[in-house]
């Protein structure tokens, strides 16, 4: 392996990889992390992406409107959350079963959509990247965290906005309330369908977003199954992360940086299998959540549906 | 929906009319009047099973009846869900608690309810309400404490709090005083009387009728679903009101003593950790011999649950013996201990002594899915299981529409009764039962002492701990008193007078 092959720009380069490549990993993982503090697990949290990511490419194929693009990938988002909501919720069918069932519709309908209406691989004119006035100057710093798109920093933003909504406002609190037992939060007037529908709609259009950010900010063109199980890295997030933001954003961190390295050292031709390294991510998930087993944490309701009247 | 910070409702009157639930298989209440009237308690009786939850749970919105009316106020009302009930000034202190554990008291309190500065919080403004409450009805609570670290009894008080915090007129309690000691059963009545002087209306819903008699105004008695009638409570006499509630009279027992044999249960210089972190068993030395039954004393929270925890196995061990026989099973496992004849009522019985999804009868069979006469080979033998499971509910008078109901849809006395019954079947050598009779009625209570009785008189030796005096005075042969992780005494049935006994639960030494 070549001695110098980490000087400062490899190191900036890919450090600056990681914010960037942190972004899909932040929106998917927080907007998971509002499912589950309600009680529900969306495993089609990788299926609404791909269709997220799919919607966005062609609108702003279409139009040349990357906003248009992110807009119609949250509507989309939300359309199959509601979908999720109504079979986890509503039918009280078995979370895991429906989310894969999403995950799969997903996976098909964006294949399907992209076969039919652009056919071939191309790119699109994504987000730019916005410089932030004098942070964005400042030398390696100013590169690695100013000098990103707007998606990369909205995702960022979520991360203080997801915990002051869930600590600070009356819908976080009955978003824990439910999560953690339904029935108390029932006796006390709270619906616990309503909030149900809430957090995994929520959750959803924030999937469909990071389907959005990594088709119009991360790489500007969709393929088939452009996610390859991000969403479902995103739900191991939310365990790492033990429900709470700050947590997902360190996990979201380790996963991009080693990504990020990952990437770099495939690009400088570094000695080590392509193969193996695609794996890293995956391998440190699987490490990840059997070191960092936050039982405690868990909502106590998580993957139950509720039913009144059962003491 | 989220409620308005609500003002104190006065009602008047509330008046359920010829109310008819059905579940399937039984008629959990089959044309039932009452009517509860504010500024008085009203106690609401009945075995196990009767019916006074599910008419409670009517009551406050969580069940819909399928005939009959509610009439708030002489005004007809229909409760979709218990945000009506609220809005209407229904309060309900259930069973089992509605709290969330991982939450603060001030945002258990303020869950549901509008904030004066929506959509934020204003947890200060809900804390300051709280205090003012608590002053006002001598409920002692701390609004950011978390909920796992409150004892039952603060828990309780969080509860009323909650009730009283969203201005409710009337104020169901079901069961208020199955989990707490006698000393908080005091504090608890010092505060009803208040809510009473306030103009509340209560309904109270328990299996010890002295407290029926210290507290009521008026009685109810529901039996298999029925109205017995309602009766001022004054007019009563505590016969009546078992034979109104059994069908039949319970007179207290008096048991015999029995021959004890050698010591079967040796328990030496025993140490534990308890949940929180602190030393829980400070080296408890305790020997039970065949035959005898002692009782285990003390105020909760000084070390008896984690004793029969670590009996049974459930709990770490961190120091001392325990002896079965003269085998060493301190860090025996689970199936060890039953081998070597070892049975254990837990106290927690939804969570460590059955499983709510399963049927009666599997939950029958839980502890013999091995080797017993109900296996053929790997499999289960069926139609035996089947029969004897009959046998056991007839026996015990365990009240379930079928074998295959599942658990959960039990009433809590007769949980406790299955699992008895399962323990008891095994024949064993000692038996550790804990809080065996908690919320359990007086026709079970009677039952489950005869059969401890009965099991002492066949030579097991019964470890019985109960923070119920009169079990302990009733039962126990000796009578040992548990404070701060150790033994205060050990007492002779004589020697174990209420005042004793009450002296050495506080601490102070037995001269
Ligand atoms: N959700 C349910 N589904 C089916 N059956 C039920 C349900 N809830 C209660 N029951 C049945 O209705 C009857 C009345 O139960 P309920 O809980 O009202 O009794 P209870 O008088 O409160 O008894 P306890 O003193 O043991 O609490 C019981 O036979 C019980 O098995
Ligand atoms: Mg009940």
Redesign the interface.
């Known amino acids: 392996m070549n001695e110098d092959i980490l000087t400062l720009a490899v190191v900036t380069g890919i450090l600056t990889s990681a914010i960037r490549l942190a972004t899909p990993y932040l929106f998917a993982a927080v907007g998971e992390a509002f499912a589950q503090t309600s009680g529900v697990v969306n495993l089609g949290v990788d299926g609404i992406m791909l269709v997220g990511a799919f919607a966005a490419f062609y609108v702003t194929l279409q139009t040349g409107n990357v906003w248009l693009g992110a807009l119609v990938a949250i509507l989309v988002g939300l359309l199959m959350g509601l979908l999720m909501s109504f079979i986890s919720v509503t039918l009280k069918a078995e979370q895991g079963i429906s989310g894969i069932g999403l995950y799969m519709f997903g996976l098909g309908l964006s294949s399907l959509l992209f076969k039919l209406l652009v056919g071939t691989v191309q790119t699109v004119e994504g987000f730019r990247a916005v410089k932030i006035p004098l942070l964005g100057d400042i030398p390696v710093i100013g590169a690695i965290f100013f000098q990103h798109s707007i998606p990369v920093y909205a995702a960022f933003l979520l991360v203080p906005l997801a915990w002051w909504f869930l600590e ?7 978003i ?2 439910v999560g ?2 339904p ?9 616990v369908d309503k909030v149900r529908y809430f957090s995994v709609c929520l959750g959803s259009a924030l999937a469909g977003l990071a389907g959005a950010s990594l088709s119009t900010a991360l790489v500007n063109l969709f393929q088939e199954n452009l996610t390859a199980g991000l969403g479902f890295i995103a739900v191991a997030l939310v365990y790492f992360g033990g429900w709470k933001p700050v947590g997902i954003l360190a996990g979201a961190l380790l996963f991009s940086a080693v990504n990020a390295f990952q990437l770099w050292m495939q690009v400088l031709g570094a000695n080590i299998s392509s193969d193996v390294a695609v794996m890293l991510p995956y391998l440190l998930t699987i490490a990840a959540l059997v070191f960092a087993t936050n039982r405690v ?1 868990q909502p ?1 309701a998580l993957n139950k549906p509720f039913e ?4 | ?3 308005p910070e609500p003002k104190q409702k006065h009602i008047q009157r509330i008046e359920m009319r010829d109310i008819v639930k059905r579940f399937p298989g039984v008629v959990a209440n089959n044309k039932v009047n009452l009517q509860i009237n504010a500024g008085e308690v009203h106690a609401l009786l009945g075995e196990n099973g009767a019916g006074k ?1 599910t008419l409670m ?1 009517q009551l ?1 919105g ?2 819909r009846p399928d005939e009959g009316q509610i009439l708030v106020n002489d005004k007809p009302q229909v409760f979709h ?4 009930a ?2 209407a000034g229904i309060g ?1 202190i ?3 608690f ?6 603060s008291v001030a ?2 309190v ?6 004066s500065h ?4 204003d947890l200060q403004n809900v804390s300051q309400r709280i205090e003012k409450l608590s002053q006002a009805y001598g409920l002692k609570v701390e609004p950011d404490a978390y909920i796992w670290q409150l004892s039952v009894g603060e828990q309780q008080r969080v509860e009323i709090i ?1 009730a009283l915090y969203r201005g409710a007129g009337i104020i169901i309690l079901d069961e208020p005083t199955a989990v707490l000691t006698p000393q908080e059963v005091n504090d608890l009545f010092v505060t009803l009387k208040r809510m009473t002087s306030e103009g509340h209306g209560l309904v109270f819903i328990s299996h010890k009728l002295h407290e029926v008699m210290a507290i009521s105004d008026q009685v109810t008695v529901l039996r298999d679903g029925q109205s017995m009638g309602t009766r001022p409570a004054k007019g009563v006499t505590r016969d009546e009101m078992v034979k109104m509630m059994v069908g039949r009279e319970v007179k207290p027992l008096a048991p015999q003593p029995v021959q004890t044999g050698e010591v079967c249960l040796q328990i030496s210089g025993l140490r534990a950790a308890g949940d929180r972190e602190t030393e829980a068993l400070r080296g408890v030395d305790l020997n039970v011999h065949a035959g005898e039954i002692l009782g285990v004393a003390g105020v909760s929270g000084n070390g008896q649950r984690e004793l029969a925890q670590c009996l049974a196995g459930l709990r770490k061990v961190t120091g001392g013996r325990i002896l079965l026989n003269g085998q060493d099973i301190t860090q025996a496992s689970l199936q060890e201990r039953m081998a070597a004849g070892q049975s254990y009522i837990p106290e927690e019985r939804m969570r460590d002594g059955a499983i709510r999804e399963f049927s009666v009868q599997e939950n029958l069979f839980l502890r013999d899915h091995a080797a017993s006469a109900f296996t053929n080979g790997i499999f289960l033998h069926f139609a035996r299981m089947a029969a004897r499971t009959r046998e056991v509910i007839q026996q015990y008078s365990i009240k379930a529409p079928s074998a295959e109901t599942p658990i ?2 039990l009433s809590g006395g007769n949980i406790q009764k299955l699992i008895m019954a399962r323990e008891l079947s095994r024949q064993p050598k000692a038996l550790i039962a804990a809080q065996p009779t908690r919320g359990v009625d007086i026709g079970a209570t009677e039952y489950i002492h005869q059969r401890l009785l009965e099991q002492r008189a066949n030579g097991t030796a019964i470890l019985l701990i109960s923070e119920d005096l009169d079990e302990i005075r009733t039962l126990s042969d000796r009578v040992a008193v548990m404070y701060e992780g150790q033994m205060m005494g050990i007492l002779s049935r004589d020697e174990a007078s209420v005042e004793t006994i009450g002296l050495m639960m506080a601490g102070v030494a037995a001269t």
């Not at chain 2, 509605?98 to 939450?103: A, Y």
């Open positions: 600070k406002t009356t819908w976080g609190l009955k824990k309330a953690q037992n029935a108390a939060a029932d006796s006390l007037g709270v619906s944490r106590a009144r009247g059962e003491n | 929906m989220t409620l939850s749970r406050y969580l069940y869900s218990p945000a009506d609220i809005l309900m259930h069973q089992h509605m709290l969330v554990p991982t939450l945002e258990n303020a869950l549901g309810l509008q904030s929506e959509p934020l919080l909650k959960k849809n």
